[in-house]
Every structure is written in C-alpha cells, then in structure tokens.
C-alpha cells in the first residue's frame, strides 16, 4: 500500500534533497527545472525523468530553448515505499539520479555508482 503524502510535503522532500546538492553542483546546473507530477503516462512505474539537452551535449547553438526538465513522479514513488524514511530516501536517489542526467552521466555509470 502506497505511503499517503500531500502533494506539499512531497514537494518539501524534493526541495529538502535538492538543499543537499554540493553549492558548486548546483551552481553549474544550468537551464533546468525540478519538477512534481502524479505519474508518467507511459510508463506509471518510473520514479523520475530528465528531459533536455545534457550540459556535456551543449554547443554553442544552445540558446533561447526553455529550460530542461526533471519530473519526480509522487505516485510511483509512494507506490515502492514502507515509510517517510523510504520515502526521503527514495526522493532523493531521485533527485540526484536526474541531476546526474542533467550533467551528461548514463544509465550504466549511475547504476555502476549505485545510485540506479
């Protein structure tokens, strides 16, 4: 049974997550946003998603595009977790998987690091 969490408190876990990026990480972060939404439609199970361009795939025709997304889904989140413990830590594997996306670290080296 999924953990019961406001879409609030939730939100306040990602923010809590994000606080603990290293301030030179989140300084170089460029151009993106974090973001909360129920589920993905294609697939209802995945946790998070980044959506951008990758800041090592950058060239200098980067320009004037809205910024890159990274979506934590509440739902499947919730749907995998016992506790508020699981839950914060889920969150923030979450979080930092995505960000690790967003500076061009793939699937296999994530997973390789332990944070899959």
């Known amino acids: 049974m999924p953990v019961p ?3 609030r408190r939730f939100e306040e876990l990602v923010g809590d997550a994000l606080d603990q990026v290293p ?10 946003v974090v973001l909360v939404a129920d589920r993905h439609e294609e697939d209802p199970a995945l946790l998070g998603l ?8 950058r ?3 980067y320009a ?7 979506t934590l889904f ?3 989140i919730l749907d995998i977790c016992d506790d508020e413990d ?3 830590h889920e969150v923030t594997v ?3 998987h995505e960000i690790a996306h967003h500076f061009g670290i793939d699937e296999e080296t994530l997973h390789r690091l332990g944070w899959g």
């Open 64 to 70: 004037g595009v809205l910024p890159d997304r990274i």
């Open 23 to 32: 301030p030179g990480l989140a300084a170089a972060m460029d151009n993106v």
């Open 59 to 61: 060239t200098t025709e």
């Open 74 to 76: 509440q739902d499947a």
């Open 94 to 96: 979450t979080v930092v």
């Open 5 to 7: 969490m406001s879409r």
């Open 86 to 88: 699981d839950v914060v």
């Open 50 to 57: 980044y959506e951008g361009v990758a800041l090592t795939e």
